[in-house]
C-alpha cells in the first residue's frame, strides 16, 4: 500500500502543499541569496509582470532591483523605466555596474500613457527590463501588461502604493516592501508555486556608512560654523 | 528573358479610387468640349452610368457622383511610383506606356522562388498598393504588354506557347494607327492568327515595316529592347483621395498605399528612411505636416504604419484632407535583413529601435530619453540626457544616490539638525562640493548621508553661504 502510495506520488503531476514547487521559469538572480531561495525558478522571472507594493517611496525599493538590472545590461534589450518618481540619477545606477547605454527612461503626462508605454515595452520583446510607476494601476491593466509580458518575454516591474493596492491581483509574482530596523522588509504576498512566506530583511544597499556618526563628530564644526 | 507586364486599366479611375474603402460613385471624364464618362466604377455601374455616355446624362442618373477629369500627368506620376515600387523585384523596369510597366523577372525568378510564387507576389502586393492590374508574364516584353492589354493574366514559359497565347488576340491591341488596325478588320483580319496566315511581302508592301516589326517583336523573332527606368534622386509621392476625410482610420488607409509604395521603392535602393513627411493637404488652408522620425533606418511598411498611427493620434487636423503627400525626407543606406537559417524567436538588432520610435511617436520625441555621465562636479549637473541609446556607458567610484529630486527640497532645521517629517540621523559627510563660480550657478554645499526615522536614507546638503539652509537632494532608495 505504501509503495503503491510512494509510486503514486512520484507523478509529476503531483504538488504536495509542503513543499515549494522548484518549477522551471526563465528568471533573473536577484543578487540576493536569500530572496532567490523564495522565488519560483530563483530569482526574478521573466515572461511575468511583478507587482511591489511599497509603504512608501525611496526605502530601497530601486536598490532591490539594481544587481538583477547591473545584470540585464549585459544583454541586448533595453533597461526601461517609465514614469519613474525622481531622476534615476545616472552616476549611480554607474557606480553599481547598469551599463547607461542600455537605460530608456520615459517621461509621461498620464496614468494612460504610462500603462500604455509599459505595454509596449513589454510586447516588444526587447526590453529586458521595463520598470514602471504608475500613480494606480487596475486590475484590467495589470492584465494586459502580464499577456505583454508574456508575449515578450521581458521581465516588468509595476510599483505602486501598498496603501491602494487592491486586495487582488492577476499579477503572478506581488509583493510587499517596508522597512525594519533600518533594512528593506520584504514579503511575498503572492507568488507561483506556493504559500506564505516569512518577511524577508535585506540589506539592499552597499554597505557603508551603516551605523550613525558620533554626534560629537558632526555637532562641533557646524556649531562652530553657526556661532 | 523573361517578362512580366503589369497593365493598369482605367488609371484615373484607379488613382481616385484606391485611398479609400468604400468610394461612392466615381466618374472620370475626358478633357472635351463635351465631356463623356471616359470609365466609372462598380457603383456608378450600377445606377446605370456607361462609359461613353455624355457626363450630363450621367448626372441626370446620379446628383451625387464624383466627378474628375482624366489626368494624363498624374497617370504618369503614378506610373513612375509602381516602377519605383517593382524596382525591389527586379533591377530591370521599364515604362512601356502611360499605363503599362514591364518587369524583366527571368533574372530573379530564382530569389523568389519561382515564376509562381514571383507572379503570385507582384499581383498580391498591387492589390495591397491599390491597384487592380493584370499582370501578364512572357518571354517577350510585347508579348507580355499584349497578353495583359487583353485582361489575360497568364503566365506563358516558351515562345510555342507565347505563339498559341497570341494567336487569338485582336489586333487593335497593337501599337498601330486606327487606319491601320481599321483597314485589316476590313480585309477580315482581327486576330493575330489571321495576320499570320497572310504572306509576309504582301503585308509589308500594303502597311509598312511597322506593323510587321510589331508582331515579329511579340512573337520574339526580332530584339526586343526597352528603355530602363531611371528612379529619381528624391522620393515623393501623392495620393488624392476621392472626398476629403477627417477622420484617422480612412486616412491611415490611404497613407498606407503610399507607405507600401515608399517600402518597395526602400528595397530597391537597399536603403532605409530616417525622416519621413507627411503633408495632409487641406481646401483653403495651408498643409497639416507631420514629420515622423526614425531612430534607425527602417523600411518595414508596418513599423512605418504603425509611427504614424501613433502621430496622427497627437495630431488635430483642422479640416479634412483632400491629399495626402510622402516624402522620403532621409534615406540612409541599409543593408537587406539575413533571414535567420533556425527559427530564432529574438527579435534582430535592428528591431532593437522600433519600440523607442513607437513611444517617441506617442509621447514626444523628448519624453523618450537616455542618460549619461558629464564630467561636473555639482551633481544635478553630473548627467546629461541623450537621445535614447546613445548613452555611453559610464562608471562612478562616488557614493551616490539613485534618485535624485529634480530641485532640492528645503529641509527644516531644529537645534542646527535637519528635519524630514521628524529627526534625522546623519550617517556619512560631510562632503565638501564647491564648484561653479564662473557660470552663474555656484554650489558650495556639504552633502550629508541621512536616515530618517523610518530608514529611508537620505542624501542632504547644507549650504555653506550664509543662511545656512539644509536641503534634501536624493534618496538612496
Same mark, same amino acid.
Given at each position: 500500500?505504501?509503495?503503491?502510495?510512494?509510486?503514486?506520488?512520484?507523478?509529476p503531476?503531483?504538488?504536495?502543499g509542503?513543499?515549494?514547487?522548484?518549477?522551471?521559469?526563465?528568471?533573473?538572480?536577484?543578487?540576493?541569496?536569500?530572496l532567490?531561495?523564495? !522565488?519560483?525558478?530563483?530569482?526574478?522571472?521573466?515572461?511575468?509582470?511583478?507587482?511591489?507594493?511599497?509603504?512608501?517611496?525611496?526605502?530601497?525599493?530601486?536598490?532591490?532591483?539594481?544587481?538583477?538590472?547591473?545584470?540585464?545590461?549585459?544583454?541586448?534589450?533595453?533597461?526601461?523605466?517609465?514614469a519613474?518618481?525622481?531622476?534615476?540619477y545616472?552616476?549611480?545606477?554607474?557606480?553599481?555596474g547598469?551599463?547607461?547605454?542600455?537605460?530608456?527612461?520615459?517621461?509621461?503626462?498620464?496614468?494612460?500613457?504610462?500603462?500604455?508605454?509599459?505595454?509596449?515595452g !513589454?510586447?516588444?520583446?526587447?526590453?529586458?527590463?521595463?520598470?514602471?510607476?504608475?500613480?494606480?494601476?487596475?486590475?484590467?491593466?495589470?492584465?494586459?501588461?502580464?499577456?505583454?509580458?508574456?508575449?515578450?518575454?521581458?521581465?516588468g516591474?509595476?510599483?505602486?502604493?501598498a496603501?491602494?493596492?487592491?486586495?487582488?491581483?492577476?499579477?503572478?509574482?506581488?509583493?510587499? !516592501?517596508?522597512?525594519?530596523?533600518?533594512?528593506?522588509?520584504?514579503?511575498?504576498?503572492?507568488?507561483?508555486?506556493?504559500?506564505?512566506?516569512?518577511?524577508?530583511?535585506?540589506?539592499?544597499?552597499?554597505?557603508r556608512?551603516?551605523?550613525?556618526?558620533?554626534?560629537?563628530r558632526?555637532?562641533?564644526? !557646524?556649531?562652530?560654523?553657526?556661532? | 528573358?523573361l517578362?512580366?507586364?503589369?497593365?493598369?486599366?482605367?488609371?484615373?479611375?484607379?488613382?481616385?479610387?484606391?485611398?479609400?474603402?468604400?468610394?461612392?460613385?466615381?466618374?472620370?471624364?475626358?478633357?472635351?468640349?463635351?465631356?463623356r464618362?471616359?470609365?466609372?466604377?462598380?457603383?456608378?455601374?450600377?445606377?446605370?452610368?456607361?462609359?461613353?455616355?455624355?457626363?450630363?446624362?450621367?448626372?441626370?442618373?446620379?446628383?451625387?457622383?464624383?466627378?474628375?477629369t482624366?489626368?494624363?500627368?498624374?497617370?504618369?506620376?503614378?506610373?513612375?511610383?509602381?516602377?519605383?515600387?517593382?524596382?525591389?523585384?527586379?533591377?530591370?523596369?521599364?515604362?512601356?506606356?502611360?499605363?503599362?510597366?514591364?518587369?524583366?523577372?527571368?533574372?530573379?525568378?530564382?530569389?523568389?522562388?519561382?515564376?509562381?510564387q514571383?507572379?503570385?507576389?507582384?499581383r498580391?502586393?498591387?492589390?495591397?498598393?491599390?491597384?487592380?492590374?493584370?499582370?501578364?508574364?512572357?518571354?517577350?516584353?510585347?508579348?507580355?504588354?499584349?497578353?495583359?492589354?487583353? @485582361?489575360?493574366?497568364?503566365?506563358?514559359?516558351?515562345?510555342?506557347?507565347?505563339?498559341?497565347?497570341?494567336?487569338?488576340l485582336?489586333?487593335?491591341?497593337?501599337?498601330?494607327?486606327?487606319?491601320?488596325?481599321?483597314?485589316?478588320?476590313?480585309?477580315?483580319?482581327?486576330?493575330?492568327?489571321?495576320?499570320?496566315?497572310?504572306?509576309?511581302?504582301?503585308?509589308a508592301?500594303?502597311?509598312?515595316?511597322?506593323?510587321?516589326?510589331?508582331?515579329?517583336?511579340?512573337?520574339?523573332?526580332?530584339?526586343?529592347?526597352?528603355?530602363?527606368?531611371?528612379?529619381?534622386?528624391?522620393?515623393?509621392t501623392?495620393?488624392?483621395?476621392?472626398?476629403?476625410?477627417?477622420?484617422?482610420?480612412?486616412?491611415?488607409?490611404?497613407?498606407?498605399?503610399?507607405?507600401?509604395?515608399?517600402?518597395?521603392?526602400?528595397?530597391?535602393?537597399?536603403?532605409?528612411?530616417?525622416?519621413?513627411?507627411?503633408?495632409?493637404?487641406?481646401?483653403?488652408?495651408?498643409?497639416t505636416?507631420?514629420?515622423v @522620425?526614425?531612430?534607425?533606418?527602417?523600411?518595414?511598411?508596418?513599423?512605418?504604419?504603425?509611427?504614424?498611427?501613433?502621430k496622427?493620434?497627437t495630431?488635430?487636423?483642422?479640416?479634412?484632407?483632400?491629399?495626402?503627400?510622402?516624402i522620403?525626407?532621409?534615406t540612409?543606406?541599409?543593408?537587406?535583413?539575413?533571414?535567420?537559417?533556425?527559427?530564432?524567436?529574438?527579435?534582430?538588432?535592428?528591431?532593437?529601435?522600433?519600440?523607442?520610435?513607437?513611444?517617441?511617436?506617442?509621447?514626444?520625441?523628448?519624453?523618450?530619453?537616455?542618460?549619461?555621465?558629464?564630467?561636473?562636479?555639482?551633481?544635478?549637473?553630473?548627467?546629461?540626457?541623450v537621445?535614447?541609446?546613445?548613452?555611453?556607458?559610464?562608471?562612478?567610484?562616488?557614493?551616490?544616490?539613485?534618485?535624485l529630486?529634480?530641485?532640492?527640497?528645503?529641509?527644516?532645521?531644529?537645534?542646527?539638525?535637519?528635519?524630514?517629517?521628524?529627526?534625522?540621523?546623519?550617517?556619512?559627510?560631510?562632503?565638501?562640493?564647491?564648484?561653479?563660480?564662473?557660470?552663474?550657478?555656484?554650489?558650495?554645499?556639504?552633502?550629508?548621508?541621512?536616515?530618517?526615522?523610518?530608514?529611508?536614507?537620505?542624501?542632504i546638503?547644507?549650504?555653506?553661504?550664509?543662511?545656512?539652509?539644509?536641503?534634501?537632494?536624493?534618496?538612496?532608495?
Amino acid at each position: 500500500m505504501s509503495s503503491a502510495l510512494q509510486t503514486l506520488l512520484q507523478n509529476p503531476a503531483i504538488w504536495r502543499g509542503d513543499e515549494q514547487a522548484r518549477v522551471q521559469l526563465p528568471s533573473i538572480p536577484t543578487g540576493f541569496a536569500e530572496l532567490d531561495r523564495e !522565488l519560483p525558478g530563483g530569482g526574478w522571472p521573466r515572461g511575468v509582470v511583478s507587482e511591489l507594493l511599497t509603504e512608501r517611496s525611496g526605502i530601497g525599493e530601486l536598490s532591490l532591483f539594481v544587481p538583477a538590472l547591473a545584470n540585464l545590461s549585459r544583454e541586448d534589450g533595453w533597461l526601461m523605466l517609465i514614469a519613474p518618481p525622481w531622476i534615476p540619477y545616472a552616476p549611480a545606477l554607474a557606480a553599481r555596474g547598469i551599463r547607461l547605454s542600455k537605460l530608456v527612461v520615459v517621461d509621461t503626462h498620464s496614468d494612460k500613457d504610462t500603462l500604455w508605454a509599459a505595454e509596449q515595452g !513589454l510586447r516588444a520583446g526587447n526590453c529586458s527590463a521595463v520598470l514602471a510607476w504608475p500613480a494606480a494601476i487596475n486590475e484590467r491593466s495589470l492584465r494586459r501588461l502580464q499577456l505583454a509580458a508574456e508575449e515578450g518575454g521581458s521581465f516588468g516591474a509595476m510599483f505602486g502604493a501598498a496603501a491602494r493596492a487592491a486586495p487582488s491581483s492577476p499579477a503572478p509574482l506581488r509583493m510587499q !516592501l517596508g522597512t525594519r530596523q533600518n533594512r528593506l522588509a520584504v514579503r511575498i504576498v503572492k507568488r507561483r508555486g506556493s504559500g506564505r512566506v516569512p518577511t524577508l530583511l535585506l540589506d539592499v544597499e552597499r554597505n557603508r556608512a551603516a551605523a550613525p556618526m558620533p554626534a560629537s563628530r558632526f555637532r562641533q564644526p !557646524l556649531a562652530h560654523a553657526g556661532a | 528573358m523573361l517578362w512580366a507586364a503589369v497593365h493598369l486599366p482605367d488609371l484615373s479611375l484607379q488613382l481616385r479610387l484606391r485611398g479609400t474603402a468604400a468610394p461612392g460613385p466615381v466618374v472620370i471624364q475626358d478633357e472635351s468640349h463635351r465631356p463623356r464618362v471616359l470609365s466609372c466604377n462598380d457603383a456608378a455601374t450600377g445606377l446605370g452610368i456607361r462609359p461613353g455616355m455624355p457626363v450630363s446624362a450621367a448626372f441626370a442618373l446620379a446628383a451625387g457622383l464624383h466627378l474628375f477629369t482624366r489626368d494624363p500627368e498624374k497617370e504618369a506620376k503614378a506610373l513612375r511610383g509602381v516602377a519605383l515600387w517593382a524596382g525591389q523585384f527586379t533591377p530591370t523596369v521599364s515604362i512601356a506606356s502611360g499605363n503599362e510597366v514591364l518587369l524583366e523577372i527571368g533574372g530573379c525568378l530564382r530569389l523568389f522562388g519561382g515564376l509562381r510564387q514571383l507572379g503570385g507576389r507582384i499581383r498580391a502586393n498591387l492589390r495591397e498598393l491599390g491597384y487592380h492590374a493584370v499582370v501578364a508574364v512572357a518571354p517577350t516584353a510585347t508579348g507580355a504588354l499584349l497578353l495583359s492589354r487583353a @485582361g489575360i493574366a497568364t503566365s506563358v514559359g516558351d515562345r510555342h506557347e507565347l505563339r498559341r497565347a497570341l494567336a487569338p488576340l485582336r489586333l487593335r491591341l497593337l501599337d498601330q494607327p486606327a487606319d491601320t488596325i481599321a483597314t485589316l478588320a476590313g480585309m477580315g483580319v482581327h486576330t493575330v492568327r489571321d495576320y499570320l496566315a497572310l504572306p509576309r511581302d504582301g503585308l509589308a508592301r500594303r502597311f509598312g515595316q511597322r506593323l510587321l516589326d510589331e508582331i515579329d517583336r511579340a512573337l520574339g523573332h526580332l530584339p526586343d529592347p526597352r528603355p530602363p527606368f531611371i528612379p529619381p534622386a528624391r522620393y515623393a509621392t501623392a495620393l488624392e483621395l476621392p472626398a476629403p476625410v477627417q477622420e484617422t482610420e480612412p486616412l491611415l488607409f490611404a497613407a498606407k498605399r503610399l507607405i507600401l509604395e515608399l517600402a518597395g521603392y526602400l528595397a530597391m535602393k537597399q536603403a532605409g528612411v530616417t525622416q519621413l513627411r507627411f503633408e495632409f493637404e487641406h481646401a483653403d488652408r495651408s498643409a497639416t505636416r507631420v514629420a515622423v @522620425g526614425l531612430s534607425a533606418a527602417n523600411r518595414d511598411a508596418g513599423h512605418l504604419i504603425t509611427l504614424l498611427r501613433e502621430k496622427l493620434a497627437t495630431v488635430e487636423l483642422p479640416a479634412p484632407v483632400e491629399t495626402i503627400r510622402l516624402i522620403a525626407a532621409e534615406t540612409r543606406p541599409l543593408g537587406s535583413s539575413n533571414r535567420s537559417l533556425f527559427a530564432d524567436q529574438r527579435p534582430a538588432a535592428e528591431d532593437r529601435w522600433r519600440v523607442i520610435e513607437h513611444l517617441r511617436a506617442r509621447l514626444g520625441a523628448d519624453a523618450v530619453y537616455g542618460l549619461e555621465m558629464f564630467p561636473d562636479h555639482r551633481p544635478e549637473l553630473a548627467l546629461r540626457r541623450v537621445p535614447a541609446g546613445k548613452a555611453q556607458d559610464g562608471d562612478c567610484d562616488l557614493y551616490r544616490p539613485l534618485w535624485l529630486l529634480a530641485r532640492p527640497l528645503p529641509l527644516k532645521a531644529d537645534d542646527l539638525l535637519p528635519q524630514a517629517d521628524g529627526p534625522l540621523t546623519l550617517l556619512d559627510g560631510p562632503e565638501r562640493i564647491e564648484s561653479g563660480w564662473w557660470d552663474d550657478f555656484d554650489v558650495t554645499r556639504d552633502y550629508f548621508v541621512a536616515r530618517d526615522d523610518s530608514g529611508v536614507k537620505l542624501w542632504i546638503f547644507r549650504e555653506r553661504n550664509d543662511q545656512k539652509n539644509w536641503f534634501l537632494h536624493g534618496l538612496f532608495a
